[in-house]
């Protein structure tokens, strides 16, 4: 474990204030140990509100799953991310990006970029159902992140993006590479995610993994599903 997973995951976790338009409790903070400390972003599973449509688990394992996908893949893409407990109770602990207040997300989101690339790719692989504009974040060093990916993983096709400029496009090696290591991670059995997801959702994220790598494209919008997440910033 780095330094700043372990401070993410361990430290002391102190709340200093909410983003108010979050439609679920989403609590700004600072994990702390000894000199160490880091700003974060810290959601409660008892502030979420009910979802019809995801009945089962709850949205801070669906976070961290997201994160574990990422990592493991080798996308890069979420900010570190743990489950654990807080003032609040158990919840999800993502750190918190300082963004380039100068960034165009609209631009970026709608670009040919390496990253943004990556970040279709991934949210095809975790079912993301509210990939918006404003779920892109860009940093000072100019990294691309995504975030909020609480409705993720359903066993049910809902992929909902702003990101189609890439369907239809090939899968390149690199990117088959990538997806085959990550299938046989999955089938050998038992891993991290049997923690965070349940049976239906692990099945259907190793389905669309081998979907990806039997058709080696991008997917093209469903017609039987908004392929929009409303509204799309």
Not at 97 to 103: H, R
Not at 205 to 222: G, N, T
Request: glycine content about 8%; proline content about 5%; charged content about 25%.
């Amino acid at each position: 474990m780095n330094e700043s997973l372990e401070l993410i995951s361990v430290g002391t976790l102190e709340v200093i204030g909410r983003l108010v338009d979050a439609s679920n409790a989403t609590l700004y903070g600072e994990v702390s140990s000894g000199a160490e400390s880091m700003k974060v972003i810290y959601k409660p599973i008892a502030g979420e509100r009910p979802l019809w449509d995801f009945q089962d688990g709850n949205l801070a394992s669906r976070e961290v799953a997201a994160y574990k996908v990422s990592e493991i893949v080798g996308f890069h893409l979420v900010p570190r991310t743990v489950l654990r407990d807080g003032p609040f109770g158990f919840g999800s602990v993502q750190e918190w990006i300082e963004q380039d207040e100068n960034a165009d997300v609209i631009a970026l989101g709608q670009s040919d970029s390496p990253g943004i690339r990556s970040l279709a790719l991934f949210d095809v692989l975790i079912n993301n159902t509210d990939r918006k504009f404003g779920h892109i974040l860009l940093d000072k060093e100019s990294r691309i992140f995504g975030c909020d990916h609480g409705v993720t993983f359903h066993s049910e096709p809902k992929l909902r993006t702003v990101l189609w400029q890439f369907a239809g496009l090939e899968l390149t090696s690199d990117e088959v590479n990538k997806l085959s290591a990550f299938e046989s991670y999955l089938v050998e059995g038992s891993h991290e995610f049997d923690e965070l997801l349940n049976h239906e959702e692990i099945a259907a994220l190793r389905k669309r993994c081998r979907k990806l790598l039997q058709e080696k494209l991008f997917p093209y919008p469903s017609e039987e599903w908004p392929a929009v997440p409303w509204p799309p910033v």
